[in-house]
C-alpha cells in the first residue's frame, strides 16, 4: 500500500476522541421508578447476549456511523494506492518503427497511421506505477522519450512524431532497446513495425521480454531502388544513366518512366517489369550537363515515396587520373562510382607519358617505375621512382587521410597523397595494405 498523504492519518487522533466528546453531550430521558420495574428488570436480564448486542447497537447507530464516516473521510485524504496486484507489472520500452516503408498507404491510413494507434493504445493502458521509454528505428536508433509516466507527454509525442523516407536499423534498434531491460524484472519491449526488415524473422518467436506488435498496409509497389551517373571509362569518359527498377508485385505491370533535367524532358518511354522482378535500365548522357536530374515513374501505387529519384549534377571540370600500370581492377571498379573522374592508362612509361604528366591531376604508378619526379600527385604501388630529389617515405597502409582539392573524392583520401619534392610516399602490396 503506498499512501500520497501519510500525515493526515494523524487525524484520526483527534477526531475519534471529539466525535465521542460531542456524542457524551446528547440529552438523555429521565428515569422514573415504578411498582412493576423490578419485574422489566429481571426480563431485561434474562435476555440472550445476542439481543442485548443488537439492542446497544441500535441505540448507538449514530455514533458508529459517525465514527465510520470520519474513518472513511481522512483515509481518503491520505490518498491510499496499491503497489500492485499480484505480480508487478514491468516497465515499456517501445521501438518505434520510423523507416520509409511505414508511408505506404492501405484502407485505412498509412502504416504508420496504425502504429501511431497501436503506441496511444499502449499509453492508455500504462499504470500509475509503470514508465515508458520510446526509441525510434531510423537511419540510426535514436531515443524520442526517456523513461516517464507522463502520459500527456507520451501522447504529444505519438502526434509529432512521423516515418522518414530512409530505411530503418529496426534490428540494431531491438538490441539497443534490450539494453534498457532490469534484470529479474518484467520489463519488455515492445516493437510496433511492419515486419518490413532484414532480420524480422529472429524476433517472430515469442519470448518473455520482446512483442512484436504488427502494423498492416497497402503492399502494391513499383519503385526506384537505384539511381545514378556514371562515366564509361572504355570510352573516353561518356557518361550515361543507370535506373534500377524493380517491382514487389505479384503481376506483371507497364508504367511510363521520365528523365527530366532541371525540369525539362530528356526522356519518356514505357517499361515492362515481371512480377517481383527488376530492370536496370541504361541511357546514354550527352555532354557535361549541370542540373538536377530525376528518374519518375508515373504510377499509383501504395507506397509513392520511391517512385522519383534525385541526383545533383554539376559543370565543375573533371578530375583527370592518368594510370601506369599492367592494369588494376579494384581501381578501375572504383573510378566507375565517380562521374567526376576522367581516366587515363597506359602500359608502360615511355616518352609520350613523360611529357602528359604533368597535365593530370594524379598519377598513379603501379608496378611500373617512372622516371625521375620533380613535382605533381603521385601514388605508387610496388615500384618506387627512378630518381628523387628527396629521399622516399615507405609505408604499407594508405591510412593518412587528406582533405587536399586535388582528390578527385573524400572516399579516396585514404589512397591518395599528396607528393611534393619534399615528401614522396610508396605504398607497398603487403597482406596489410589498404591497396
Same mark, same amino acid.
Given at each position: 500500500?503506498?499512501? *500520497? ?40 436480564? @434474562? ?41 508487478? +507489472? ?15 498507404? &492501405? ?10 494507434? @497501436? ?35 507520451? /501522447? ?11 530505411? &530503418? ?34 524476433? +517472430?518467436? =515469442? ?10 498496409? *497497402?503492399?502494391?509497389?513499383? *519503385?526506384?531502388?537505384?539511381? @545514378? ?57 550527352? &555532354? =557535361?550537363?549541370?542540373? /538536377? ?75 611500373? =617505375? ?5 613535382? *605533381? ?33 573524400? /572516399? ?7 607528393? /611534393?619534392? +619534399? ?13
Amino acid at each position: 500500500m503506498l499512501w *500520497g498523504l501519510p500525515a493526515a492519518l494523524f487525524l484520526l487522533a483527534g477526531a475519534i476522541p471529539l466525535i465521542l466528546f460531542l456524542h457524551s453531550l446528547k440529552p438523555r430521558g429521565l428515569k422514573i421508578a415504578t411498582t412493576t420495574m423490578f419485574i422489566w428488570q429481571r426480563v431485561l436480564r @434474562e435476555r440472550p447476549l445476542g439481543t442485548r448486542l443488537g439492542w446497544l447497537l441500535r441505540k448507538n447507530l449514530l455514533l458508529i456511523l459517525q465514527l465510520l464516516a470520519a474513518a472513511a473521510l481522512i483515509v481518503a485524504l491520505a490518498d491510499p494506492s496499491l503497489l500492485h496486484i499480484g505480480q508487478r +507489472a514491468g516497465d515499456m520500452v517501445v521501438v518505434l518503427d520510423l523507416s520509409a516503408s511505414m508511408r505506404a498507404k &492501405g484502407k485505412n491510413g498509412s502504416r504508420f497511421d496504425g502504429a501511431r494507434r @497501436e503506441f496511444i493504445s499502449l499509453v492508455d493502458k500504462l499504470s500509475s506505477e509503470q514508465k515508458m521509454l520510446v526509441i525510434g528505428a531510423g537511419i540510426e536508433p535514436r531515443l524520442l522519450a526517456p523513461f516517464t509516466s507522463d502520459k500527456r507527454r507520451l /501522447r504529444e509525442l505519438a502526434r509529432t512524431v512521423s516515418a522518414t523516407d530512409a530505411p &530503418g536499423k529496426i534490428k540494431e534498434a531491438i538490441l539497443f532497446a534490450h539494453g534498457f531491460l532490469k534484470r529479474g524484472s518484467a520489463d519488455q519491449v515492445i516493437v510496433i513495425s511492419d515486419g518490413a526488415f532484414a532480420g524480422a524473422e529472429e524476433f +517472430a518467436a =515469442a519470448a518473455s521480454h520482446l512483442r512484436v506488435i504488427k502494423v498492416a498496409g *497497402g503492399s502494391d509497389n513499383v *519503385g526506384i531502388v537505384g539511381f @545514378e551517373v556514371r562515366r564509361q571509362l572504355e570510352r573516353g569518359g561518356a557518361a550515361e544513366i543507370l535506373v534500377h527498377v524493380r517491382n514487389y508485385m505479384a503481376k506483371e505491370v507497364r508504367l511510363p518512366l521520365a528523365l527530366l533535367l532541371d525540369d525539362k524532358a530528356i526522356l519518356r518511354e514505357e517499361i515492362a517489369i515481371g512480377a517481383d522482378d527488376r530492370r536496370v535500365l541504361i541511357y546514354p548522357l550527352d &555532354g =557535361a550537363p549541370a542540373g /538536377r536530374l530525376v528518374a519518375q515513374l508515373d504510377f499509383a501505387d501504395d507506397f509513392a515515396t520511391d517512385n522519383r529519384a534525385y541526383l545533383a549534377l554539376t559543370d565543375t571540370a573533371p578530375r583527370r587520373v592518368l594510370y601506369v600500370g599492367p592494369g588494376n581492377a579494384y581501381l578501375s571498379n572504383l573510378f566507375r562510382f565517380f562521374a567526376n573522374v576522367e581516366l587515363t592508362t597506359l602500359p608502360r612509361w615511355d616518352d609520350s607519358a613523360v611529357a602528359m604528366q604533368n597535365k593530370f591531376d594524379v598519377v598513379i604508378c603501379d608496378r611500373v =617505375a617512372p622516371p625521375a619526379v620533380t613535382q *605533381g600527385n603521385f601514388v605508387f604501388i610496388d615500384t618506387l621512382p627512378a630518381r628523387s630529389p628527396q629521399p622516399v617515405q615507405r609505408t604499407s597502409r594508405g591510412s593518412r587521410r587528406s582533405s587536399s582539392p586535388w582528390c578527385p573524392t573524400p /572516399r579516396m583520401s585514404s589512397w591518395c597523397s599528396p607528393v /611534393r619534392p +619534399a615528401s614522396l610516399k610508396a605504398f607497398s602490396r603487403t597482406p596489410s595494405s589498404s591497396t
